[in-house]
């Protein structure tokens, strides 16, 4: 399957983006689906994940300020951040899980920049 992120761009501080990816096949099968970021110079983090039929899981930096969400029917998941600060600048990147395995069997989207300016 494959990933495609978009939504990225430049916002001020207190803004909001929404990110989406969109997957090409179904993701009904993929027991997670995620959200990542990395920062110029730092290591990939986690941001959210949707792991299917339980409740979201966010990193501490984020709660109460993004919102994951998925649409079985569109293959589609989104990315709501709001009240956005200069420290969520990054390139955010989809995950989907299929497999926890081992081994793993996970798909990446390209990435998408966002950029918060103070």
């Known amino acids: 399957v494959q990933l495609q992120a978009s939504g990225g761009g430049l916002v001020q501080a207190g803004g909001s983006l929404r990110l989406s990816c969109a997957a090409s096949g179904s993701i009904i099968r993929f027991i997670r689906m995620g959200w990542y970021r990395q920062a110029p110079g730092k290591e990939r983090e986690l941001v959210a994940t949707d792991n299917r039929g339980a409740t979201p899981n966010y990193a501490d930096s984020v709660k109460g300020r993004f919102t994951i969400s998925r649409d079985n029917a569109k293959n589609m998941v989104y990315l709501q951040m709001n009240a956005l600060k200069p420290e969520d600048t990054a390139v955010y990147y989809c995950?989907?899980?299929?497999?926890?395995?081992?081994?793993?069997?996970?798909?990446w989207g390209q990435g998408t920049l966002v950029t918060v300016s103070s």
């Open positions: 995950n989907a899980i299929r497999d926890f395995g081992p081994p793993r069997v996970d798909f």
